[in-house]
């Protein structure tokens, strides 16, 4: 069977997203799901596989800059909308996909790729690497109470419409995003994302609510949340399942925790993707009663090794020679010296020098953002230290005081 894998013009977008909600079970998006969607679309940067008329197989990538190890805001091919159709599997079509994709990537100039995998086999043989995690918690409030630090009393909670807080809530993210590999800098458009909210994601919930923190008249925190009541013999057992909570400082963090563990009729509340050092771990005084669950999150693929590498910082100077392997992107195959100064230069050139670790391109997208250790990575077999020592101060180099984490989507 033949089918034509070309871009997308903007008036094949109907189509293509057609067989993006067919493949993803047949369930319709909700038309203010669809017309976000639409509205966030860059059809030119996406690309289809057709069978005559019918659209068979999907792949998008959003113009993103993500924040890397060392604060730098890195120009990233947000991969999204993957799909091929039922009647079209094994025929090559993802794998073309992926190949035309890269591709892409590469001539458009931006080092690195990465995707939330809607199974976390899939991608790994196009060379990307699960890089973050995923916490999800849901916390007994019944049961733990919480340990406020000093000032939380001073801050004001106060609700908000979701749409009327908008502006407060971005600058909170825009600067909490800056600190934190990992995070997407939001671009025009991208704020319709945190307040969609269709009724078919609620979960039985209320619409989505907002509260806002405030410390001498200025926002420094919120938090989106729905209520999904719930009643039992002996009373209720309602849930507060939180969308999106951030903030600038430690009391203004706590005050809204306490206001979610205060919320009247409910007992719990739930958090789908939370950091996985997030500092209500350490709020809480009974974390056996928030039944911690970790997943994948964000997948890397570093599309250009030496660009990548480049454009992120280190925690400690390193020196040290890769062997890359990396044959679906065979440019970046083979050695290269990274070399990191203490006073923050960087390079990444190829060399003739012996390997001193060697690892393949999704297990260095793994460790790319500071989350996932060399040495870790080492212990399942899938680094090897071809000279004694440099794993170590690799690994050192590697990792990131804060934790990479992805808060949402795309």
Known sequence: MNTELRALSASEWDAWF?????????????????????????????????????????????????????????????????????????????????????????????PIAMLMASEPGIYGRFGYGAATVETKLRIDTTKAGLALPPGTDGVRVRRSSPAQALAACEAVYARLAADRPGTPLRRPGW?????????????????????????????????????????????????????????LDPASYAALWRYLFGIDLTTAVECANRPPDDAVLRLVTDVRRCEVRVRDGLYVRLVDVAAALEARGYRTPVDVVLEVEDAFCPWNEGRWRLTAGADGTVTCRRTADEPELALSAADLGAAYLGGVSLTMLAGAGKVRELREGALASAALAFSSDVQPWCPHGF
């Open 191 to 247: 704020e319709q994302l945190p307040v969609n909210d269709p009724e078919s994601a609620r979960g039985g919930g209320s619409p989505l609510q907002c509260v806002l923190a405030e410390r001498d008249g200025e926002v420094t925190g919120y938090v989106t949340f729905h209520v999904r009541p719930a009643w039992e013999e002996a009373g209720p057992r309602g849930t507060v399942a939180v969308r999106d909570l951030a903030a």
């Open 18 to 110: 057609g067989c993006v909600e067919l493949a993803f079970g047949g369930v319709p998006f909700s038309p203010e799901s669809r017309e976000m969607y639409a509205s966030l679309a860059e059809p030119r940067r996406a690309v289809g596989h057709w069978d005559g008329a019918e659209c068979v197989g999907t792949a998008g990538a959003y113009s993103f800059r993500v924040t890397v190890p060392g604060g730098a805001a890195v120009p990233a091919a947000g991969v999204t909308m993957v799909s091929v159709s039922s009647t079209h599997r094994r025929q090559g079509l993802l794998t073309s996909m992926m190949r035309r994709q890269l591709d892409d990537v590469r001539a458009w100039g931006e």
